[in-house]
């Protein structure tokens, strides 16, 4: 069976909102918690907070690239799916959320992190960094779940049969 090109764009856009899933889960669960837990794995001493932190901040300034690109094809696509007429309420609203995620992760978070770093490790250790850091853990959390309700709900709509 040949899939057409309206296939082949559900089959790619499905794909990287998962890869984006799966992106954000192995930095979440994965990467952070051995970055920031650097003394069970290396000598005793060999990286601080501060150090690890600056780490995870370049981890996250390359993931910064990423979550752009997939805003853009986030609101491509679901834009192109509202101007055609296949409007999901569910799909839009996800979508719309995993945009809004992405873009505060990549361009507030991301960049406040970095700029409180480049101060010196006393910048990382006030209360309003830890608010910051804070709120990016919480952002990470939605756009998880922005992203796997985006992926559920538009592999739920390939299978809905078509009226007419």
């Known amino acids: 069976?040949?899939?057409?090109?309206k296939q082949w764009n559900v089959t790619l856009y499905l794909t990287a909102v998962a890869a984006t899933l799966g992106g954000v889960?192995?930095?979440?669960?994965?990467?952070?918690?051995?970055?920031?837990?650097?003394?069970?794995?290396l000598p005793d001493g060999l990286l601080?907070?501060?150090?690890?932190?600056?780490l995870m901040g370049?981890?996250?300034?390359?993931?910064?690239?990423?979550?752009?690109?997939?805003a853009a094809v986030i609101l491509v696509f679901e834009g192109n799916e509202y101007?055609?007429?296949?409007?999901d309420k569910w799909a839009i609203m996800s979508g719309l959320l995993a945009v809004a995620t992405l873009l505060l992760f990549a361009a507030v978070y991301v960049p406040k992190i970095l700029a409180a770093q480049a101060?010196?490790?006393?910048?990382?250790?006030t209360a309003a960094f830890a608010s910051l850091h804070s709120g990016s853990e919480l952002d990470f959390k939605i756009l998880a779940a922005a992203l796997l309700a985006l992926f559920v709900?538009?592999?739920?709509?390939?299978f809905v049969p078509k009226a007419g």
Do not use: C
């Not at 601080?48 to 600056?54: F, S």
């Not at 370049?58 to 997939?70: G, H, T």
């Not at 101060?119 to 250790?125: K, M, N, P």
């Not at 709900?153 to 390939?158: F, N």
């Open 1 to 5: 069976m040949k899939m057409n090109a």
């Open 119 to 125: 101060e010196g490790a006393d910048a990382t250790t």
């Open 25 to 41: 889960l192995v930095l979440g669960i994965l990467v952070a918690p051995v970055i920031f837990n650097s003394g069970a794995y």
């Open 58 to 70: 370049e981890i996250f300034r390359r993931f910064s690239f990423w979550a752009y690109f997939m």
């Open 83 to 87: 101007r055609h007429q296949r409007r």
């Open 153 to 158: 709900r538009r592999m739920q709509l390939m």
């Open 48 to 54: 601080g907070r501060y150090e690890e932190g600056m």
